[in-house]
């Protein structure tokens, strides 16, 4: 079998979920033409020999608008040639986090027309632009759901993905699977400090509740806990007022409180993740799978996290920690943190281990990717194309 495996993204948690996934479908036995920009860090990059590499080319993160618009508008160019070409070897394709609709759709009509099967990995199945909107934008909204019915076959992550799709677009279940985002790891997992240090990581947008950590641990120590905050990672460019919020809070009672602002790379998380007893991850409004939390969980790390999405499901595999409800507070997560801090940290560290050996297991990209292939060739791939 061969398939055009197509991405946007090349770095964090985006990025690694696609190049393990076309490494891991390449290692089951599948062709792969992975179109996407060059990995970040570059020895992440799928290196199997039965994947063909396309390299689109890499937008510009920072920097004068102009050049930014072209490198992006660039990106997409590369991958819709990338993708058409791949059409005298395959009429399979994959997408994982495709270009923005106004280019995709067209991408996915012409496939369609073409005769090619387009199977969709849905992350969010509502976009994190839209949260805390009172409605959807409606041509926003129009293209998603086209976009769900031009694909020929949907592959959520998550349960709660695929229900909203189900409930909040009405699709069919019969159009929609669920298989498991992958493990993530970054080397030999350290033991616990001890030193209460918690640690909040990722993309700090407002539906992961960073101010509301940030007052629960304010809360804690104004009671005499012995706890630190460490906070990595870069604020939502399209929300910058929610970060200026933190700010704000932090300079209220900044004792106990650091930040690392801006990319994190491979090297310095590990050593933020071997500083930390646990890992903050209270995220509300959240349907889909959290790399974050796996690395985490998978790093040997117990994790105070709102048991929905993807968190819900690794809770339910085996993963360690504290499940906060989906509408927890700045109250009910310092209610946890307190709760954290009553065990001592070797019994956390042996219930951390015993759960990522469960994790290894259910988590493996070979047993995943054969979920994928499995999907494909129930749903007409023809063998060798």
Same mark, same amino acid.
Request: contains cysteine; charged residues 20%.
């Given at each position: 079998?061969?398939?055009?495996?197509?991405?946007? *993204?090349?770095?964090?948690? *985006?990025?690694?979920?696609?190049?393990?996934?076309?490494?891991?479908? %390449?290692?089951?036995?599948?062709?792969?033409?992975?179109?996407?920009?060059?990995?970040?860090?570059?020895?992440?990059?799928?290196? !199997?020999?039965?994947? *063909?590499?396309?390299?689109?080319?890499?937008?510009?993160?920072?920097?004068?608008?102009?050049?930014?618009?072209?490198?992006?508008?660039?990106?997409?160019?590369?991958?819709?040639?990338?993708?058409?070409?791949?059409?005298? /070897?395959?009429?399979?394709?994959?997408?994982?986090?495709?270009?923005?609709?106004?280019?995709?759709?067209?991408?996915?009509?012409?496939?369609?027309?073409?005769?090619?099967?387009?199977?969709? $990995?849905? !992350?969010?199945?509502?976009?994190?632009?839209?949260?805390?909107?009172?409605?959807?934008?409606?041509?926003?909204?129009? @293209?998603?759901?086209?976009? =769900?019915?031009?694909?020929? !076959?949907?592959? %959520?992550?998550?349960?709660? &993905?695929?229900?909203?799709?189900? =409930?909040?677009?009405?699709?069919?279940?019969?159009?929609?699977?669920?298989?498991?985002?992958?493990?993530?790891?970054?080397?030999?997992?350290?033991?616990?400090?001890?030193?209460?240090?918690?640690?909040?990581?990722?993309?700090?947008?407002?539906?992961?509740?960073?101010?509301?950590?940030?007052?629960?641990?304010?809360? &804690?120590?104004?009671?005499?806990?012995?706890?630190?905050?460490?906070?990595?990672?870069?604020?939502?460019?399209?929300?910058?007022?929610?970060?200026?919020? &933190?700010?704000?809070?932090?300079?209220?009672?900044?004792?106990? $409180?650091?930040?690392?602002?801006?990319?994190?790379?491979?090297?310095?998380?590990?050593?933020?993740? #071997?500083?930390?007893?646990?890992?903050?991850?209270? =995220?509300?409004?959240?349907?889909? @799978?959290?790399?974050?939390?796996?690395?985490?969980?998978?790093?040997?790390?117990?994790?105070?996290?709102?048991?929905?999405?993807?968190?819900?499901?690794?809770?339910?595999?085996?993963?360690?920690?504290?499940?906060?409800?989906?509408?927890?507070?700045?109250?009910?997560? #310092?209610?946890?943190?307190?709760?954290? &801090?009553?065990?001592?940290?070797?019994?956390?560290? /042996?219930?951390? /281990?015993?759960?990522? @050996?469960?994790?290894?297991?259910?988590?493996?990209?070979?047993?995943?990717?054969?979920?994928?292939? #499995?999907? $494909?060739?129930?749903?007409?791939?023809?063998?060798? *194309?």
């Amino acid at each position: 079998m061969k398939i055009c495996f197509q991405t946007k *993204t090349w770095g964090e948690g *985006t990025g690694w979920f696609a190049q393990e996934l076309a490494s891991a479908l %390449a290692e089951n036995g599948a062709d792969v033409i992975y179109v996407a920009p060059k990995a970040v860090p570059a020895e992440r990059d799928p290196k !199997h020999p039965r994947v *063909t590499r396309y390299v689109s080319r890499r937008e510009l993160g920072n920097g004068p608008l102009l050049p930014r618009v072209l490198s992006s508008l660039a990106r997409v160019r590369d991958g819709i040639f990338g993708c058409l070409s791949a059409r005298l /070897q395959t009429n399979t394709y994959l997408f994982s986090i495709p270009d923005p609709m106004p280019f995709f759709l067209p991408l996915q009509a012409m496939l369609r027309l073409l005769g090619a099967r387009v199977y969709l $990995i849905v !992350h969010d199945a509502t976009p994190h632009a839209w949260a805390g909107r009172a409605r959807p934008p409606f041509w926003g909204r129009l @293209a998603l759901i086209l976009s =769900y019915r031009l694909s020929s !076959h949907l592959i %959520a992550t998550t349960r709660d &993905c695929r229900d909203e799709m189900i =409930y909040r677009y009405n699709l069919s279940p019969a159009r929609i699977s669920v298989l498991p985002h992958g493990l993530f790891a970054l080397g030999a997992p350290r033991d616990l400090p001890g030193n209460g240090n918690l640690l909040v990581f990722g993309s700090l947008r407002r539906n992961k509740q960073v101010l509301e950590s940030i007052r629960a641990v304010q809360a &804690c120590r104004a009671q005499g806990l012995k706890v630190t905050l460490t906070i990595a990672g870069a604020p939502d460019r399209a929300d910058p007022s929610y970060w200026a919020d &933190c700010q704000a809070e932090i300079a209220r009672a900044p004792d106990g $409180i650091a930040c690392d602002i801006g990319f994190v790379p491979d090297d310095a998380l590990e050593d933020l993740i #071997a500083q930390s007893d646990a890992v903050l991850l209270p =995220y509300r409004g959240f349907s889909s @799978a959290s790399g974050v939390a796996i690395l985490m969980a998978l790093s040997q790390r117990p994790l105070i996290a709102s048991a929905t999405g993807g968190i819900r499901d690794l809770f339910d595999t085996g993963m360690t920690g504290i499940a906060l409800s989906a509408d927890a507070g700045a109250e009910d997560i #310092a209610a946890a943190i307190s709760q954290f &801090c009553a065990k001592p940290p070797a019994i956390w560290q /042996q219930e951390a /281990q015993k759960a990522r @050996a469960i994790l290894l297991k259910a988590l493996s990209w070979h047993e995943i990717a054969k979920g994928y292939l #499995a999907v $494909i060739n129930q749903r007409g791939a023809v063998p060798g *194309t």
